[in-house]
């Protein structure tokens, strides 16, 4: 079997096992990213939740442009739903809000609840904030499933490891959750990340400037070289002239985001052999750069251009229905 077919074989095997859980419990916590949250979040989700409270918590709110945050609020709020938004890993507010919310859960007795959602996106540090110091104390609770550890938070349980969904990689999700580190390098590789980054972030104002700002931080420790005339980097070259169509990586594009990574590189000291800048190890450095928020806080996606209604909603995605909440 090859890398994708193991891959694949990985995440069903996740989704049969999410399906497991969520045979067990009244109320599902899923965690989407809040710079991409249409993308970071599993189109088969909403079919699995039935009529169970279904709550969505932006996980890196922090890292997301906070206007197009908003902008995403606005359009759940427009259709009756609510998500919560941190502003750091288990933000505290985020928290009390969530376990209110979680309280509240319609159940027999104690709600039992899951936090899922896509591979990095965030869960386990949330489900550690929920948990709180209780975690260190869990224990099988009876009647449940034998193995599934449930942490009594008081006012519900919660099940000690949370549900990995399988992300959809067609067309630009592929590099949107690359690029924010959703998946490994073997599916997306850092320079078409790096182009597509390039090329979506292209056009927003603060982008170059920030680019610029980042590119000239680490300026100090390059060594001039003598010999390479281009090696007295200026501006980093106008991201905008890389982009094509947003969220496609034309080849007409590529020259311009080849130029953009090489003055990265020789601002960065990323050289090859003789002197050459080194793109992959550029492409890879301005990645994780983005990742960490390092260049500031950018969004990946707003909710006019992909979350419809619009011929982009895609049936059974979930795409028109963020949160199939019953709350
Ligand atoms: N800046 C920021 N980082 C976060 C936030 N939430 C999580 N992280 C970071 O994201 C990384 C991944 O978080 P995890 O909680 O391990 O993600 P996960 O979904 O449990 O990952 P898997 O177990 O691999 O599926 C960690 O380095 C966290 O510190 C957030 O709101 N803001």
Redesign the pocket.
Known sequence: MGEGGALKGHMARALRQVRRYLAQVDAVVE?ADARAPFTSRSPQLAELVGDRLHLLVL?????ADPQVTRAWMDWWRGRGLEPLV?E????PRLVSRLRRRLAQAPAAFKPRVIVV???????????NGLAGRRRARVGAQPGVTRGRQWVDVGAFWLLDT?G?LPPRLGGTRRLVLGALGLVGPEVAGAEEVAAFLIERLGDHPAFQAALDRWATAARAAVRPADDDPDRSAGAVPAAGAAAGRRGTARPRGRPAVEAVLEQLARRRGLLGPGGRPDLHRAAAVFVAAFRA?ELGRFSLERPDAVAGPSPADEPGSGAGDPVSSSE
Not at 88 to 91: F, I, N, V, W, Y
Not at 117 to 127: H, I, M, W
């Open positions: 965690v996980s890196r709110g922090d890292l941190g750091g890993p288990a933000d959602g896509l591979p990095n996106v965030g869960k386990s540090t949330l489900l949370p990995v928020g």
